[in-house]
Each structure stands twice: as C-alpha cells, then as structure tokens.
C-alpha cells in the first residue's frame, strides 16, 4: 500500500470514528486520534530503541521547560535570540547529534566572518596599493591600520559588521524592509568576495567551512558555488575549472583528514538577474561541467532575490536546452521564497516542479499552492527549509508560524539547512535544527524527528543510492554513539 493510500484509509478511520459522535466522545477515541496525527509527522512512525526513547523522554522534558520561558527564542528575531539559543540545554544538545547533510549552503557564506577576519582580512590583496574605489576612501594596508589603532578588537568588530547583515540594535529598525535587508545583504556579499576569491585564502576559507560544519557534526555537504573568478597576487587569474579542481582537492584533503566525512559537491549557481543571452552560455557551461566533473558537480540553480528577479519561466528556452540535447543536468531550483502571492515570481514553484527540480530551495510558499504540493510529495522532490534565513530575510517573524510547522506535521519531504549562516551571525547547521525541532515541532517533536531529518538530508542528496547507503551506514554509527554517549 502506497502513501497516498494509507494517509486515504487513516482519513477514513478517522471520519469514521467522528460520524456517530452524538453524546460524549470515547475517550478511547480521542487517544486513536492523537496517535494518528502524530504518527504523521516527520519522524512519526520512526521505531526508537529503549535507549532513544529514554533520550527523547528527557529532551521532551527539556522542550517542556522551554516553552514556558518569556522570552522564547522561536518567536524572537533570531538576532536577538542567538545567545539564549547558546545557553539552552537543548541546543547542546543538538549540536551533539549527527545531523547527516547540509544541502542548502552558499559559497561566500559558510565560514565565519571571525575567522575571515582574524587570520586573512583584507578587502583586496595586491602587491600594490590598488585604484581608490567610486566613493570610497584610500586603501590602506591592514597592518599599518593596525598598528596605528588603540583597541584593535574594536577595530576587528567593526570590520566583521561590514561583512554581516548581523546587528545589536533592533533588526526591525535596521531593516525596517525586504528592500533594505537585500540591499545590506548584497552589499556584505561583495565585500567578502574581495576576501574570499584570494586564491590563498580561497582554499584555506574552504577548508574552514568543511571544519566547521564537521565540528558541528555534518557529515556531508552540498554547496552552491557561482565559481567566481579567484585571483592571484599579481594579478592573473583562474577560471571555473580550477576553482572546481580546487573544490575537489581541498574536500580529498579534508577527507584524508576527518575519515568520518563523506564529501563535497557542488551545484553550480548563476545570479537570476542576467538576461536570456547570458542565462544559454551559463547553461551551456553547466552541462559542460557536469560532464568534465560527473562526481563532483551536483548540478544547476539560479540564486538572488526572486521577488525583483526574472522567474523561472522567463528562462524556459535556456532551461529546457540540456532535455533539448538530451542530456543530463540535474536542476535544484529555489522557488517559494516570497510572499508576492500570485505573482509571477509565485509561480516559480510549478514551474520548477515541471523542470523536474530535483529539490526545492526554500519553498516558503508553498502552502498556498496545493497542486505544487502534492506533486512535491508524489514526486519525492524535498524542500530545503532554512528557518533562520526566512526569518531575517522578513518572509516570518514568529518561527512557530513557518510553514515548516504545518509541512513537518504532514511529514512532507524536507531538510533543514541554513542557507549563508556567516551573514547571519550564526554557523553549521545546529541553530537552524534548534528552531525547527523547537519552534516547527513545539512539543511533539521528538527524537524520532531527529533522526528522520539526518536521514532525509542523506536520502534527499544528490548521491547515487549506493552512496546514500555507504553515507547512511557511517551515519548510523555516528548515531549509535551519540545515544550511548548522551543516555
């Protein structure tokens, strides 16, 4: 029996139950109900041990606790919740568990702006002082500002305010809009692309970003890379191939290094505001690299902000040249991340699903379009689901109101990820998994929930199912020893 089929019989049993429902309700009846809906929620009808089921007994006393604090960090900017996040057992706690994948990070976003700072800042290397910028002061050399600085911790912060969108003072003051919050979050973009497309930096940045999304125990990683171009000191420059073959040597690297993480791949990614011109080159080249690195480029996915971008199907032509070729380019599409209902931009997510996206960047939206959902969940095509970021983007305040809360209690196929977690002051995977499993699940989520998420976020890859289950096997293990460690 399929799963349309036995969510049909359940629905059945249930109206079932409520037909002759006259006089007082069977209690009976009342606890078949409960059961039923949260057996349908992710992780539902997940089969815990003696051990899980003891863990997730204390983490439900611990959510219990949680939920009745004033300032509950679920329902507050997360700019303002990060350092009680920090001080919750539960998120400990999390960043314990073994999360599998993250298969919704960006590039230029997934390192700290600390460690950017600290060990290589400079907001453009060159052997001599470059041209002054339009508008802008002269360059001066880090070290001389340095040592002419008193408080060179001041200093430091100062710099890292430029290359976030982080803030002390009230985020809705700062960003009283979508329109200044993409502006600011654009502009810290490119200020750290100046940093980061260093090719010195370029790798030991990489490398960084593997280390810290293994410290916060993901295993697996699937990044969306522009493959920008990365310079050198005198001033030549490297193309996509060597940017790619540079992805590819630093991930063996980190590999031979931390035997328990799986690997790197790589979707390649165009901004969504070129035109149709440059959007067929940029295609071409796609399927150009999916053929020379097979193992190492996922795939394609057009980034930005959608609500001023052109929409999916304004590129239909371009999109449909790898099927035009016959040959193979996965698509991983964002779609969904707005609130312009009805727009054209609202229908990204159809037209993505009828692209044959193999998963659905954000999928804010979705709720409002039925028809993209059920082929979304006939379809096995998972949304990747980044709280934190929709938060400060402002398509939600309260992360209970997400419609992740609704999507996980229909156990809808979804990761949690967390989009560019340096921008926002954040890191790994962790405070996302925090606000999902806090504020989307509230107190019905529980172990079970947690395990089904790593387990989707390897299923949901882009990895043969050979891989998937050589992956799920080195999970497993990972697992079996958090629950021995943590009971």
Not at 233 to 242: A, E, F, K, R
Not at 301 to 310: A, I, N, T
Request: aromatic share 10%; charged share 20%; with cysteine.
């Amino acid at each position: 029996m399929d799963m349309s089929a036995k969510r049909h019989l359940v629905l059945v049993l249930v109206l079932s139950c409520l037909w002759g429902a006259l006089s007082m309700p069977d209690p009976k009846h009342r606890e078949d109900l409960m059961k039923t809906e949260a057996s349908m929620q992710t992780g539902g009808r997940m089969v815990l041990s003696e051990k899980e089921q003891q863990l997730s007994s204390r983490l439900l006393q611990m959510k219990s606790e949680e939920v009745m604090r004033v300032d509950f960090p679920p329902s507050m900017h997360f700019f303002r919740a990060r350092d009680l996040i920090k001080e919750s057992p539960i998120f400990s706690l999390l960043q314990k568990v073994p999360k599998g994948a993250a298969l919704h990070l960006h590039d230029f976003s997934m390192t700290s702006v600390e460690w950017l700072v600290k060990n290589s800042i400079r907001f453009f290397f060159s052997s001599q002082i470059p041209k002054p910028l339009p508008q802008c002061s002269p360059w001066v050399l880090l070290e001389k500002l340095r040592a002419l600085t008193v408080n060179v911790t001041a200093l430091d912060d100062s710099i890292m305010k430029n290359l976030t969108i982080f803030t002390d003072l009230d985020p809705d003051v700062a960003y009283p809009s979508q329109d200044v919050l993409w502006n600011r979050f654009e502009e810290a973009f490119r200020a750290v692309s100046g940093l980061v497309t260093y090719a010195p930096v370029f790798r030991d940045y990489y490398y960084q970003g593997l280390q810290e999304l293994y410290a916060d125990n993901v295993m697996y990683l699937e990044l969306r890379a522009m493959l920008s171009e990365v310079y050198e000191l005198d001033g030549s420059t490297h193309d996509m191939i060597w940017t790619l073959k540079t992805y590819q040597e630093v991930t063996r690297q980190f590999t031979a290094d931390h035997p328990e993480f799986f690997g790197a791949r790589v979707i390649y990614t165009i901004h969504r505001g070129v035109n149709s011109t440059v959007m067929a080159q940029v295609v071409q080249k796609a399927m150009q690299l999916k053929k020379t690195f097979p193992d190492l480029v996922a795939g394609f996915d057009l980034v930005g902000r959608e609500d001023p971008g052109r929409p999916l199907w304004y590129f239909r032509n371009e999109l449909s040249l790898p099927s035009d070729k016959g040959l193979q380019l996965p698509f991983f599409f964002h779609a969904g991340e707005t609130n312009l209902e009805g727009s054209e931009v609202d229908q990204n997510l159809l037209d993505a699903l009828l692209f044959n996206t193999t998963r659905i960047g954000h999928g804010f939206a979705l709720l409002r379009h039925p028809v993209a959902k059920e082929l979304s969940r006939k379809n096995g095509v998972a949304l990747e689901i980044c709280p934190i970021s929709n938060q400060v983007t402002k398509l939600v305040d309260d992360l209970r109101n997400h419609p992740g809360a609704v999507l996980m209690a229909e156990d809808h196929p979804l990761v949690i990820s967390s989009d560019d977690p340096a921008m926002f002051g954040s890191s790994g995977l962790s405070y996302d998994f925090y606000e999902a499993f806090v504020g989307f699940g509230g107190l019905r989520s529980n172990l079970g929930t947690l395990k089904a998420l790593a387990i989707n976020s390897i299923r949901y890859s882009s990895l043969s199912t050979q891989q998937q289950d050589k992956a799920l096997a080195m999970w497993q293990k990972r697992w079996n020893k958090f629950i021995i460690e943590n009971t």
